[in-house]
């Protein structure tokens, strides 16, 4: 029988795992501290474990850590009633199978047992490094597949729009991996024109174009034995995506203007935000043996209380308050520009308000694009009614979003308030 240890310091939800998991066939091991979970894995085998993070007697990843320095293979499912993006990522850079967060859903949770029981999974060291801000699902994803992609030295992919932080995920699996050590090297490739962007890429030589008063070392050979970051990798004129190809496939590259075979060792990032249809088909599987998708803030919506309080610590000066009603605002936003927009905001805030509450007028947001009506045409032809009809639809969707508030109705629609009140008496809707 399918030996499952379970590690949970509270006996409530400890009880009904092992009650649940006797009921599917499995033999149940209950563990209510590190040292009864030490004494059970010394006494008898184990097929898999499911292990809570926090725990009277220490952290359930040192438990995972000596599990992968005695090299033993048992798959490890980790829980935590605490999403955290640090300890997701060092559960799966340790080799944990899965990390799930509680409440649990007992289906997917025996699943996941399952399948760990049939494959386990691989095992590597961990690093300290610095974590990031987000515990919603999505988030929780991507912290999963940053602790995969750091455990391998595949080149990865890193998608997602304008401001979502795919840099800071570049960083991440840089640091968590065993390069950590290694230079990080960065490279905006829709920054710079074309014509320089070979010679920022792969150096020159003295003479090789005018101006060229010297040899420069290229971001390949700045970047050695570490992660070299190509961000907006799909911007890459497309001749030098042939090059960026061949240097790939051969890992080997000459500066412009030189005719030397130079070597490179470095791990490949990259980074998009357009479609990736815009990029070679040849280039974006050689980019994206793994791919990570990192969601927009208006998906995960959950993380913006969390992120607000990072960034109103970090902002100069430094608020410690925020009101409800401009909390709320902030979480009901669509944030075009993401986890970027939103940092600005707050500082923005923090730098033109004296007050120590921070209110909903203390933040300087655009307008949410009001959707167009596609109405039928009039049969009469009248211009005008057919105006009124539309103004009138358009108020009347500007204050179902603001829920009634007249200044955020005149702020979406971008008028003055004088002129919104007007046309509300004009429309019998005031």
């Known amino acids: 029988m399918t030996a499952v240890l379970v590690v949970d310091d509270e006996p409530v939800i ?25 004494a059970e894995l010394a006494s ?17 990843l040192d438990l995972l850590d000596e599990l992968r320095r005695a090299k033993q293979t048992v798959p490890v499912i980790v829980a935590t009633a605490f999403g955290d993006s640090e300890r997701a990522i060092r559960a799966m850079r340790l080799g944990a199978f899965e990390y799930v967060t509680k409440p649990f859903d007992l289906d997917a949770l025996l699943r ?32 999963k597949s940053i602790g995969r992609a750091a455990a391998s030295d595949v080149p990865v992919l890193v998608t997602g729009e304008t401001g979502v932080g795919k840099e800071l995920v570049a960083h991440a699996i840089h640091e968590h991996g065993d390069r950590r050590a290694k230079p990080f090297v960065a490279v905006n490739l829709a920054a710079l024109p074309p014509a320089l962007l070979e010679s920022e890429l792969f150096g020159h030589e003295r003479g090789a174009f005018t101006g060229a008063a010297a040899r420069r070392e290229g ?76 969601p927009p803030l208006r998906e995960r919506r959950q993380d913006i209380p969390a992120l607000v309080q990072a960034f109103l610590a970090m902002a100069a000066p430094p608020r410690r308050a925020i009101s409800e009603a401009a909390l709320d605002r902030l979480v009901e936003y669509h944030w075009p520009g993401n986890v970027r927009e939103l940092r600005h905001v707050i500082q923005h805030a923090c730098v033109m308000s004296a007050a120590e509450v921070l209110s909903p007028e203390d933040f300087a947001l655009r307008a949410a694009p009001i959707e167009p ?9 009248d211009l005008k009614a057919a105006l009124d009809r539309l103004e009138r639809s ?19 629609l971008g008028i003055r308030r004088a002129l919104l009140y007007a046309r509300l008496r004009y429309f019998g809707l005031a």
């Open 14 to 38: 400890r009880n009904a795992l092992v009650d649940r998991l006797d009921e599917e066939g499995f033999d149940a091991v209950p563990a209510e501290s590190l040292a009864q979970a030490r």
């Open 44 to 60: 008898r085998k184990i097929d898999a474990i499911l292990l809570d993070i926090r725990l009277r007697d220490g952290d359930g």
């Open 112 to 143: 996941a047992i399952a399948r760990a029981v049939e494959t386990p999974a691989a095992r590597g060291p961990d690093p300290e490094v610095r974590g990031m801000i987000g515990s919603s699902p999505k988030m929780l994803d991507v912290w």
């Open 219 to 294: 971001r390949f050979e700045l970047a050695a034995d570490g992660t070299l970051f190509l961000d907006e990798i799909a911007d890459l004129d497309p001749l030098l995506q042939t090059k960026l190809l061949r240097v790939l496939e051969d890992r080997r590259f000459e500066r412009v203007g030189g005719s030397e075979q130079l070597e490179t060792r470095a791990r490949i990032v990259s980074a998009t935000s357009r479609p990736t249809s815009t990029m070679r088909e040849d280039l974006y599987y050689r980019l994206g043996v793994l791919r990570i998708d990192v």
């Open 373 to 381: 009506i596609h109405a039928a045409p009039p049969r009469d032809l």
């Open 394 to 412: 358009m108020i009347e969707e500007a204050l179902a979003r603001a829920k009634g508030n007249r200044a955020e109705t005149a702020r979406l």
